[in-house]
């Protein structure tokens, strides 16, 4: 059998890595080319453990800023439109060509070098999706420091241990954020308490002063600077900045992992690797390869998805990129995605499942998709819908892939894939463009693998994906496990923590004795390749010592067609150790009140899970309930919050706290939670769940 071309990329990546990238660097603009493509070399951690350390392209030079910019507008491509601001929050529209980003970011650049921001230094963002944040960026890359994005709207705590993790000479932030139609949200507060708190005090704040609500006054004494004013007397005096060239392990970003467990980790991008291998994702995997190539990523810059596919990867393209200054739903409805995709022509989209469950539940029908923008032609240059940042059930795939299929561009594809924040882009995928692993000139688009609902796709060219037992040991196809990477990791993925070379030893490589990088997450590989990821290797439920994974009880749940939403966690249980319990939230126009469901509906949802896992993964009791599945900011369910609480609740223990992370996004839905656990509880629990054994009392 002929190899599918996607798989033959793969294969000559891990063949001869070296050649592969070396082809793919030479895409770009290097200010000194590198003297190798890769160097491997060991480690030693102060206590005197080694381990495996790897740099790509060594001996190279590079600016991100340049290859993003003002490589394209010294091409002739000056007048191709490069960032389209949408902000229906607002009422704002604005568009940007590449001269003119080239000239706001080169005059902003200068605007930093004269407050003192040089090559090395950390300048931490905290914006709203607006223009002035991705010249931020880029303007920051262009000096050769190094951003660290927060995602705006951290509270102040959070924000305070990012400022001391990074100690950034600078701060650029705006007077305030708009989240979703809850109107502005003033920032002056959240920053200097943010300050107060930390023990590191950055020397200025450089604000963008927004009208929806000022940041009044600016005080010059504290280090505080009127951003627009800053940037209007520099274009006065011609003041501009031209790219600093850095080298390839020197870092462009910051980012922090979003923490759905445990305390933020500070991953460290390096420059010349993120360049080359973001270049090549773009265009194999996500088919977007230059000038008429619109691409529309529904995420936050605060998130590695927004820093590689909103900012970095289409502009390296040369593309035109979307920034989104909304919510799916309620800004004002849920047809706004579907609205975007026909107003920019956008040919590749980007979201998470978590916002396709968010439209379907407020538009049940479809009707925005369908009788709205589907049915007049308005979505027929989307050539594919991107998923990622969590599982995709394949009930929220199909129903897509079907609508893509009916409305837009011929063979459009719903394309589900896995990366983290450590990766930096995907490292499991259907390429849209498989031929461009080969050739990036070349026009022709090959029919891409097929999907397979439910699976994150194959791995990308230079991630070697494996699935282990607890021991490290390889795992048969199809079998539940570890997933690990084997290093060194393709050229976007992290090689370090930042200024935390332990951290990275005992988060990622100890657990396997440094022979595998542990993802932290759990799943399988088939025969043919394709990746499952069924959850956190956390989230593993163990019943009467077999292991089940959240996301496929979460799955046989959510294929009954009034649940809208599902999250579940174990319950400690006397006889099996722990029993699979669920959260649901319907997706009927009235959502009923009581926490406990009718019996009817958990009878068919059991009858499900039975039919498609198995009478042994029957889960031990279902709770309803609208706004009460917690999630971070980034869109991850909670499942550790909801896994406490019950747990709490097996000991009669309802209103002990549980720990919440500085990440969730609304700490109310918790306190939804706990009162529908006490209300399930008092009906049902007592006798039915009970702690096999007490807890000590303190
Ligand atoms: P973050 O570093 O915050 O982007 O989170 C990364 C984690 O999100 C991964 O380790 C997975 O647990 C989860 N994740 C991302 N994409 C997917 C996907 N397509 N399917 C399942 N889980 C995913």
Request: aromatic fraction near 8%.
């Amino acid at each position: 059998m002929t190899l599918h071309i996607q798989d033959g990329v793969y294969r000559s990546s891990m063949d001869d890595a070296e050649s592969f990238w070396s082809h793919q660097a030479d895409k770009l603009s290097w200010h000194k080319r590198p003297e190798k493509v890769l160097q491997r070399t060991t480690k030693t951690l102060k206590d005197g453990t080694t381990h495996d350390h790897w740099t790509w392209f060594p001996g190279g030079k590079i600016s991100t800023t340049y290859n993003c910019i003002d490589r394209h507008v010294l091409n002739g491509n000056g007048h191709v439109t490069a960032i389209c601001w949408d902000s229906p929050v607002t009422g704002l529209k604005e568009q940007y060509t590449y001269k003119q980003l080239m000239e706001e970011v080169e005059t902003l650049a200068g605007v930093l070098r004269e407050e003192g921001v040089k090559k090395g230094d950390v300048v931490l963002i905290y914006m709203p999706m607006i223009p002035a944040a991705l010249f931020a960026m880029l303007a920051i890359a262009r000096l050769g420091a190094i951003h660290a994005v927060v995602f705006g709207g951290f509270s102040p705590p959070s924000l305070a241990q990012r400022m001391e993790a990074s100690r950034p000479k600078a701060i650029m932030t705006a007077s305030c954020g708009i989240e979703g139609n809850k109107g502005p949200v003033g920032y002056k507060h959240l920053i200097e308490e943010a300050i107060k708190m930390s023990s590191f005090k950055p020397q200025k704040v450089i604000i963008w002063q927004r009208e929806q609500l000022r940041w009044d006054p600016v005080t010059k004494e504290a280090g505080e600077r009127n951003w627009q004013r800053l940037v209007k007397s520099a274009k006065n005096r011609g003041l501009k900045a031209a790219p600093v060239a850095v080298k390839s392990s020197d870092g462009l970003y910051i980012i922090y992992t979003s923490g759905t467990t445990g305390l933020p980790k500070g991953v460290v991008r390096e420059a010349g690797g993120h360049a080359v291998g973001l270049n090549f994702s773009i265009k194999f995997l996500f088919g977007v390869h230059g000038p008429g190539d619109v691409m529309f990523c529904a995420s936050d810059i605060g998130w590695v998805v927004g820093h590689s596919y909103i900012l970095y990867a289409p502009l390296l393209a040369g593309a035109t990129t979307v920034l989104f200054e909304g919510k799916p739903v309620g800004t004002p409805n849920a047809g706004e995605f579907w609205r975007i995709i026909e107003e920019y022509q956008v040919t590749t989209m980007f979201t998470a499942p978590t916002a396709l469950r968010a439209i379907r539940r407020d538009d049940v029908e479809n009707h925005y998709f369908e009788q709205v923008f589907g049915s007049r032609g308005g979505l027929r240059t989307l050539r594919a819908l991107f998923l990622a940042g969590e599982r995709s059930e394949p009930s929220i795939v199909e129903m897509y892939q079907r609508l893509l299929s009916k409305y837009c561009a011929g063979g459009a594809m719903v394309i589900d894939n896995w990366w983290s924040s450590e990766s930096g882009s995907p490292i499991s995928g259907i390429a849209l463009s498989a031929a461009a692993g080969k050739d990036f000139n070349t026009k022709y688009r090959h029919t891409p693998l097929k999907i397979k609902p439910g699976s994150a796709g194959k791995a990308m060219p230079g991630f070697d994906v494996r699935v282990v037992d607890d021991d490290g040991n390889e795992l048969q196809p199809g079998s539940m496990g570890n997933i690990v990477m084997a290093t060194p990791l393709a050229p976007t993925a992290f090689t370090t923590l930042w200024g935390d070379e332990d951290r990275f030893y005992r988060s990622y490589l100890k657990r396997f004795n440094g022979k595998w990088l542990d993802t932290g997450d759990a799943g399988m590989i088939d025969r043919e390749g394709y990746i499952s990821i069924m959850s956190r290797s956390d989230d593993i439920i163990n019943v009467a010592a077999h292991r089940f994974s959240t996301g496929a009880i979460e799955q046989a749940i959510a294929s009954h067609p009034d649940i809208a939403e599902c999250a579940v966690v174990g319950i400690p249980d006397s006889l099996k150790g722990h029993l699979p319990f669920a959260f649901v939230t319907l997706s009927t126009h009235e959502h009923p009140h009581p926490a406990v469901p009718n019996e009817e509906l958990f009878r068919e949802v059991q009858k499900n899970v039975r039919g498609q896992i198995g009478p042994i993964a029957s889960l031990g009791g279902m709770i309803q309930g609208k706004g009460m599945i917690p999630k971070t900011r980034s869109g991850k369910t909670l499942r550790r919050v909801l896994r406490e609480l019950v747990e709490n609740a097996t000991h009669n223990e309802y209103d002990k706290e549980v720990q919440v992370p500085s990440t969730i996004e609304d700490a109310d839905v918790v306190d939804v939670a706990r009162a529908k656990i006490k209300e399930y509880f008092s009906h049902k629990g007592k006798d039915l769940h009970k702690a096999p054994e007490a807890r000590a009392k303190l």
